[in-house]
């Protein structure tokens, strides 16, 4: 094993003098590597890319850059809030854990299923939360968990759990020597990508032209990303699937199959031949809108590219057949020769491992889902969480067992959930409501209890899940480049006294005892993992706290010390002394130790899959409707940052989309304000007129709507925007992962007359 760690020496001479430290940036997927110089009253001066980072080399996009403003926005909360006669007052941290406990307790004591959690995206780049959020939800102990997995990836987990046997296992496209790419359903110049995100994508994408490759765009809109395609299918919202369809048939019927790495690893072939039958390239395109010869074509292409991958993100996951979609995606990769090769879809070795990394301690099962299902709609459980679009249902609908406390970590409910004016009146219905989150926003402000984390940049910063999606299998450590505020205290510390509380062990008890458990399960999973003894399981870092559990994950993991055992394996203590990060190397082939499927193979044709699958018809469109889909915007996240002056800044964002071509048959100008309503909800929202989005489709980003008087959000609620989940309806889900349709839904438009 090389480990090639970033030599260039940093001085970390600690708070209260002028410095310059290197951070993970942990605004999205991409990983960057930022250099942070903080002068001697710890305030931020500048954030710059860490030109040494080994996985980022300087880059940063204009999220990053303004990690200090987010950090130091002043509306951040610096102190609890409880409610008292109707209001929201600071409150001592015992106070506030004091008023968890009495709201929770009760609840927790008679039925553990009456309180709902709800697990927030930011959650996922913060080591406390993806440290601590196995003992949280056993501690917890409630069926009714969320996440916002049902509105984003889990159909590609399905995916992976049905064709290879584990959920983790989604492969990510190898941008950097690839000579196709297709994207189908993901805007990276945008969103830095994502399940397979990269710094810099741009400039990926700009060296795979150079080196004579082609990009290749599935998209109804013409996002940035499509612009700099050499090919855009506008498909139609929502029928990814039928031209998937279409692809495989030609694939397989003009005996193009080529299995390469996974030959003698698949099963189910002649199945899938049977089920791609009926969709001939002319049956695809009457459902998706893109011609038959395109169709061809491309699938011709895939098949005869030594170094292709096809990449599908919230395009393809976000629609009534999603789990399908993503299926086909994958397969049809599989079945062309690009997975688990270079230049095709590769499996990351990440750091602190995987379950694929590691023996398997029980023969494989089948996956199933539905061990058990949510009150009033019967909806399966799926990886154990319930679908979001389930929730506002399980609050507002009497009956026994009906949810009437809930945690929420890090999400805002009331703008990033469907139909969000249920979820709204859900919120404002609840006996309990307590958030683990910065802000007094759209969701807190029905909080009876809000419990602030200090910034980012006061934590210990690594990528635990996130290093499992990377370009590269790499790792980095950063240490917090300030401290903690005084009168706050850190997430870590809230998290494990709400575990506590939970448990029933009550707002006052050592929360430092849960650290120890956690500490010592791990420490004797690890034992039992490397086949030793647990004295053999000494960390250098013994103290309580994340570095504790991260030592003995990274040196039990593919490239650690396993404790001595092996010389010059990773620990922490490297990771420490390399702040700009350590390269584990290019991602290698790794099907042998994926598959873990009950049969050994890549099941190509699940039962679950093969019965969705013969119900399936092409959508018909509702005449006089258009169909909505999504938009991100690279300065923002989701529902958040658009109270940092620098990213909220210029033009109105929250602006629908409507083509020229349907904005003359509705009488809208550009500019002018419609109406939009849905089978959910009515919104007035300014137009733009644009070729961006072809006749039939128009779009609208998600995350806005900051015109809630009871929320402190001085800065957004001057540029409000629309939220557009009040449009989403979160009827139609994805039968096989309960994930909500939020692309292509239907919407009437009309204009609204001014000053209405
Ligand atoms: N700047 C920024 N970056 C972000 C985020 C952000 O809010 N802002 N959010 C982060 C998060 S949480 C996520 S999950 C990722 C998402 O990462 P992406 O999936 O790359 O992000 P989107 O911009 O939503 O891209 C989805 C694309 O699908 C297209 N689309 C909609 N409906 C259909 C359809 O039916 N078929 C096809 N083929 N395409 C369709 C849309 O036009 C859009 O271009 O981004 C992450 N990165
Ligand atoms: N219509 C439509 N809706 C969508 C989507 C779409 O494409 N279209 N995308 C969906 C997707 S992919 C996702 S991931 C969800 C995201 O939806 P959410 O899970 O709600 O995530 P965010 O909106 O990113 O942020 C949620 C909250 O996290 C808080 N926060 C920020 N940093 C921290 C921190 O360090 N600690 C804590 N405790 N809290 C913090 C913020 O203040 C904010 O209140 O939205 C979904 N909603
Ligand atoms: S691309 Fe993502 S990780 Fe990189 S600086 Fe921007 S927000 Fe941070
Ligand atoms: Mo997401």
New binding site residues.
Partial sequence: MSTRPSTVPLPDPGPGVPRTVPRGC?LCEAMCGLAVTLDADDRVVTVRGDDHDVYSAGYLCPKGASLGAVDDDPDRLTRPLVRRDGELRPATWDEAFAEVDRLLGPLLATDRDTVAA?I????G??VA?TLLAGRLARSLGSAQTY??AT???LPQTVTAALLFGEPSSIPVPDLDTTDLLVIVGGNPLVSNGSVGASPDYRGKLRALRARGGRLVVVDPARTATADVADDHLRVRPGTDLFLLLGLLHVVITEDRVRLRAAEGRVSGLAELRTAVAPWTPEAAARACGIAPDAIVRLARELAGTGRAAVYGR?GTT?NRHGTLTCWALQVLNVVCGHLDRPGGLQFTRPVTGSPTTRRATRPPRPFTTGRYRTRVGGHPEVLGELPVAALAEEILTPGPGRVRGMVV?????A????DSTSMQRALADLDALVC????L?E??RYADVILP?P??LTRDHFDLVLYQFAQRNFARFSRPARPVPDGMIP?WEILLRLCAIYEGRGPGADPGLVDDEIAASLRASVARGLDTGEDGIVTDFPERGPRRLLDLRIRSGPYGDHFGRVPGGLTLARLLGSPHGIDLGPLGPRLDEVIRTPSGTIELAPAQVLDALAGVAAPVAEPGTLLLI?R?DLRS????LHNVDRLARGPERAMLYVSPGDAHELGVDDGGTVSVGSAAGRIRVPVRLTDEVPDGVCSL???WGHDDDHARLHVAARQPGVN??TL?DGSVLDPLSGTVQ??AVPVRVEPAPRGS
């Fill in positions: 942990p709800y927030g995206n930011p959650t780049h913060n939360f996440s916002p509105m984003d990836q919230l976000l970590y890090g999400g805002n409910l703008r990033s959930m469907p683990v989150d910065p802000y926003n969701t807190t984390p910034g980012s997430e999504g991100r996240k989701n529902s958040w980003p998600h995350g557009s989940n989403t939020m692309n």
